[in-house]
Each structure stands twice: as C-alpha cells, then as structure tokens.
C-alpha cells in the first residue's frame, strides 16, 4: 500500500484513540481485528490507534483478550479479520521475526543458558549490528535499567526484579518499533512491583518508545499510563486518559472495576436534576441533558468524592458506620445509608475515626457523580 | 477402613523393623540375581584355564589376547560399532524433530502419529523382526547393512522421542516466543534456545540409542546381510560351537562399551553444565 495513499484517509471516528491531530502516522494502528480460538472468539471489532512515544494500558479482568491483542501486535496470535499497523506497515503476514517490537513476558523469559550479555545482545546480533557496536550498546542498555557490570552473570544468578530490568533491557536495546509489556510486574513482590512501575515508566519517557501495557491491575494502569483502554469480554469499554476513565466511566463495569465506584440505583425527577434513590433520599444531580421523569438511572460516586463531617457539599446524606478502616491519612468507611444500600467513603482524617454504629453525616457535589441508565452506559 | 488404620497403630513399630528388613533382603536377593552373571563374566574372563567354570586356575589374559587376534570377532566389533553410531546419529536427529513437532504443534493426525512413533518399542522384537524381513521379501529387495540399520533405527526412534519428549514439555514456550521476538528465525530460535536447552535429552537419546543398537541381538537375526556379523549374532555363534573362554573375554568387553559409553556421556555432560553455571564468558555475538 503506497504511503501517501495511507496519509490521505481521513481519521475514522473508530479509532479516536490516542491520535492527537498534530502526529502523522500512528505507531500502532488496529482496524475492527477479530481474533477467534476456534468457535471462541477472544477479540471483537477491536479497534484502535496509538500515537507515538505514549504509553497505552490495555486494562481488564483476565480473559478480557488484553494478552491476546498484545499478542497479535507481536504476530504470535493470528488475527481473524481486520488489519493491524504497525508504523504505518500493514503486518498481518509480517512473522513475527521481522515485526521489530520489544516484547517483556510476565515470566522474564530470559535465556536460562546465556548470560546477561548474550541475553540482551540477542536482538542486536540478529539485526547484523557489529560486535564493538553490540557491546557498547549492551553497556548501555544495563546502565540504563541500573545494572551495568552484569553482563556475565547468569539469570538464575539474578533475583525476579532484575531479571525483569535484563528483559526490558533486552527489549528495548535494539530500538524497536513498539515496547509490548505482558503483566511484566504480576511475577514480583509488592515492593518490587512498586519500584519497577516508576522505573518502566521513567524509561519508557527516557527513550520516547511507544509502550503497550497489559496489566489487571488499576493502580498500575492509573500511574502509568496516558491513555487506558479498559476492555471487558473482548470488546472496549472505554478509552480514554487515566482521569477521564476514572472520574467519567462510560459504564458501569468501568465504574465497577477502576477503584469500585458506589453505585447507586434511583429514577430521575425534575428532568433529571435531581435522582430519588432508592432508600428515598433526593440527591442533586449535575446531568448533561434533560430526561424524562421517572425512567431508572444509576448514580455513580467515587468514594474519595464523598466528604464527612458537617461542612459537606450539596447533597447530604446521613447514616451509620458499618466499618471504618484507618488508613492513617485517611479512613475508609462503609456506610449503611438505609434500604440495605451500603456505600464507601474515603475520606480524609478531621478529628477523630468513627467507630462502628456511630451515625455519619456524608455530603458530595452533583458535579462529582455521574449517571448510567439502564444498560450501565452513561447519560452524556 | 478404621480397623485397619487402628491394626496398623498398633503393630506399626515391630512391623516396621519387619518390613525393613524383608525389603533389604529382597532387594540384595535382586541385585545378587542381576549382577552375579555379569560378575561372573568378568572374573572368569580373567581365568586361566580352558573351562568356563569356578574355581579359578590363576589370572590370565591370554583369552583378550586371542580375541584381538580372531579377525572374525574383530570385524564383528566393527561393523556393530559403525551401525551403532550411524544408528545413534539418526534417530537422535529424527527423534529430537519428531519430538518437538510433537509437543510443539497441531496438526491432524497427531494423536496417530505420537502412537505410531512409540509403536515399535510395545511390538515383541522378534515379530518387529520378521515382519521387516516379510515386507522385504513381499517388495524383492535383498537383506543389505542398509536394512539392518534401517530396523535398528525402528528400534531405537521410539526411546529417543520418549526422552526428548519429556525434556521438551518442560521447555517453556516463551524462551522461543522471546527468541522470535528479539528477530530471530524459527530455525535460529531452534537451534540457539531450543536446543541447547534440549541437549541432556539429546546426549541421553544418543547415547541409549548406541547402546539398543549396539547390543541388539533377534531383530538383527533377522535382518543381517548373509555372512556379516554383528557382536551380539558374532557371540551367538560361537557359542554353538563351544563354550569358550573367549566369550567371556568378549562380553566383558560388550559390558563395557555398553556400560561404559553411557557413564561417559553423562560425564561429559555433566561437566559440560558445571562449566556453564559458573558463567563462563560465551559471547558468540557475530
């Protein structure tokens, strides 16, 4: 397909993704790609664009086919329709040896035979880069991930952390066009995983590479990225940066699965600026356009816009401690607001933590909640 | 159920010891009953006298020196050895590509062909044997050495795909996946992760892919050429002949081809990883 062909397309509504208008091509480019095991079908009329140097999270319960669109980037799952770009090249028949993309495995993967050096030169080596070149670029690639002198070692010899920081080194070395990450950080412990999520993020801005991220877990997809693509049973559910995801999910399984949103059932009443929920109270809504009185919403309130105490916003709502658990800046409560509804607040800490069966005042503006109608989408 | 448990509580100590002792008894009965032929080989191979039979008369090595002068057995030696190693070359070649195919891909047919291949080692030999030598004759070919290295090839496939099989299973996927990742070729990832991964399995194949071959004594009955011999169808025959000491001399040599080729690969492969493991610079980058 010639270039300038491929240039003049207007950008399709579909892939809104993270194509800002200024970029010319994307770095990775997916037009409505179906992927089938068999008569199951893992991905469907996924579509999406990429823009250069950023970092995208494809973010999910597993099972959602976020490993799978990983993989079909990487050519190691076959797509059953539609087209994958990479750079502007189509790679449908590309194999996978000549896609040029760095791919980090949950499990490291690295070569239990080969020593550090010979790990991270393997890319080079295949790409016919001159000895004195690999090893100064090996160097490198270990001072970046902050372990340089490590080139003889073995990778039994290394702990699970830096084996991560070798296969990313491997990874990146050679430059590729795209940086694929596996749940590179769901094999390490707590504090590594930490660690690692700054380190990947600092290098990943270091180089300017194009980085996809698979994770199911919010706090990483939220710290790291600059778009998430939140995608359940196969199919998006949202795109978009990590604050619009969080604070406007466009559904309710992306209210549900960012941070646990309270969700609360209600109908709409004076064309929708205000909800009657279903344990009786009346809350304020701010709702983008009018709607009928009567017909059943969902009002969705992130715990952390939920204030205690009596200087509360503009809805008011009273109850009584289920739970509270301190978190030392803040506490988290679990609130019986009547009509066997439970919310949470996470609110931070004035005076003293209230204790369980003490009654509590909660407050929130209408512009910190948003509305689902009856199929879990939201009212915009 | 219970009873039994409580019947167990109660004699547990004494039957214990009991039992101990019955196993160890047992497994020294087991041992003399595998072992004595072999010992009794060997020593008498050292035996002067004429006769095959204890006592012994003095030490002697007149009956290794008599077989390094029988150009029949010397011959005998050599064409089992080339079989042997051509037999081993191949099927560890065939059986590590069968192997992988195996494990790593679908195709219709797999479940058929994983059979087939393991086939020949549930088959008696003898009926492995004159079914070959039936089918040669059904097609009028005559009985050649490429024959008889073919069958001991059928003989031996089996036992190395078993092994590499095994080893290969426990490869994972994502070494290769990594490998094709960073630009590698299929046949790159192959031969620069897969395989050196593989390689106890392969050394192992190998190596009892020799031994099978070169101690194989009813197939290749069936299948030898007229007038060539191998060692184990060369002993064969003189024993009709008589008892002599010489034979001892000559499976005390057998003994220790079979025994001793094995022990050394293990060696050397042994030694080989030690080598590895302390990190040994191998930059190989071109």
């Known amino acids: ?380 | 159920m219970a009873d039994g448990v409580g019947w167990m509580k109660v004699g547990r100590k004494q039957e214990g010891r009991w039992a101990w002792r019955l196993t160890g008894f047992v497994t020294l009965c087991v041992y003399i009953f595998m072992f004595a032929p072999i010992v009794a080989t060997v020593i008498l191979s050292f035996n002067a006298s004429m006769f095959g039979g204890f006592p012994m008369t003095g030490f002697s090595l007149q009956w290794y020196a008599k077989l390094m002068a029988n150009e029949q057995v010397l011959t005998a030696f050599r064409t089992s050895l080339w079989i042997a190693l051509v037999t081993s070359a191949v099927t560890t070649a065939v059986g590590v590509v069968t192997a992988f195919a195996l494990v790593r891909f679908e195709f219709p047919g797999k479940q058929a062909l994983s059979t087939l291949v393991i086939l020949p080692a549930l088959v008696p030999e003898t009926i492995l044997g004159v079914g070959l030598l039936v089918l040669i004759k059904a097609i009028d070919q005559p009985r050649t050495m490429l024959l008889l290295v073919l069958g001991h090839i059928l003989l031996a496939v089996p036992y190395v795909v078993l092994i590499t099989q095994a080893r290969m299973v426990g490869i994972r996927r994502v070494y290769e996946e990594a490998a094709l990742s960073l630009g590698a070729s299929r046949f790159s990832s192959f031969r620069e992760i897969t395989l050196p991964l593989l390689i106890p399995a392969v050394v192992g194949g190998a190596l009892l892919a020799f031994t099978i071959s070169f101690d194989n004594t009813s197939a290749s009955l069936f299948w030898r050429p007229a007038g060539v011999e191998t060692m184990p169808t060369q002993i064969l025959s003189m024993l009709k002949i008589s008892i002599s000491p010489e034979i001892n001399a000559l499976g005390t040599v057998m003994i220790l081809v079979t025994v001793g080729i094995p022990l050394l690969g293990g060696l050397i492969l042994q030694s080989l990883t030690r080598l590895k493991r302390r990190g040994q610079p191998t930059e190989e980058a071109r």
């Open chain 1, 1 to 380: 397909m010639p270039d300038s062909q491929e240039l003049s397309q207007p950008p399709r509504p579909a892939t809104a993704g993270a194509l800002s208008p200024g970029e010319e091509k994307p770095a990775v480019e997916f037009r409505d790609i179906d992927i089938a095991y068999g008569k199951f079908v893992a991905v469907r009329d996924f579509s999406l664009s990429i823009a250069k140097g950023s970092f995208v999270t494809l973010l999910g319960p597993s099972g959602c086919g976020k490993t799978t669109i990983l993989r079909s980037i990487a050519g190691l799952v076959d797509i059953s329709d539609g087209q994958i770009m990479i750079g502007g090249r189509r790679v449908d028949d590309v194999p996978i040896y000549k896609r040029n993309i760095g791919l980090v495995f949950q499990s490291y993967a690295l070569f239990p035979h080969k020593n550090v050096f010979d790990n991270v030169a393997f890319g080079l080596k295949y790409r016919n880069v001159p000895k004195p070149e690999i090893v100064r670029r090996v160097g490198q690639a270990l001072e970046m991930v902050r372990l340089p002198g490590s080139e003889k070692k073995l990778p039994s010899q290394l702990s699970g952390g830096q084996q991560q920081r070798i296969a990313l080194a491997r990874a990146i070395v050679f430059e590729p066009q795209v940086l694929l990450l596996d749940e590179p950080l769901s094999a390490l412990d707590a504090n590594m995983r930490e660690e690692m999520r700054v380190e990947i993020k600092k290098i990943q801005k270091e180089t300017g590479i194009t980085a996809i991220f698979v994770t199911h877990d919010q706090e990483e997809a939220l710290s790291m990225s600059d778009r998430i693509v939140v995608m359940n049973a196969g199919a998006v559910e949202q795109i978009g940066t990590p604050q619009e995801v969080y604070d406007t999910p466009a559904t309710a399984f992306v209210a549900n699965f960012l941070g646990k949103a309270n969700m609360l059932a209600g109908t709409v009443s004076r064309s929708g600026q205000a909800v009657v929920l279903a344990t009786g109270q009346t809350i304020n809504v701010a709702c983008p356009r009018p709607l009928a009185d009567g017909s059943k919403v969902t009002v969705v309130v992130r715990p952390q816009k939920l204030s205690v105490g009596a200087a509360a916003g503009a809805n008011r709502l009273s109850g009584r401690v289920v739970s509270a658990s301190y978190l030392g800046g803040s506490a988290i409560y679990e609130i019986d607001i009547g009509g066997q509804t439970n919310i949470r607040a996470n609110a931070p800490i004035s005076g003293r933590v209230l204790r369980e069966g003490e009654a509590i005042d909660l407050g929130f503006d209408p512009e910190g909640c948003v509305l689902l109608d009856e199929d879990g989408q939201r009212i915009s």
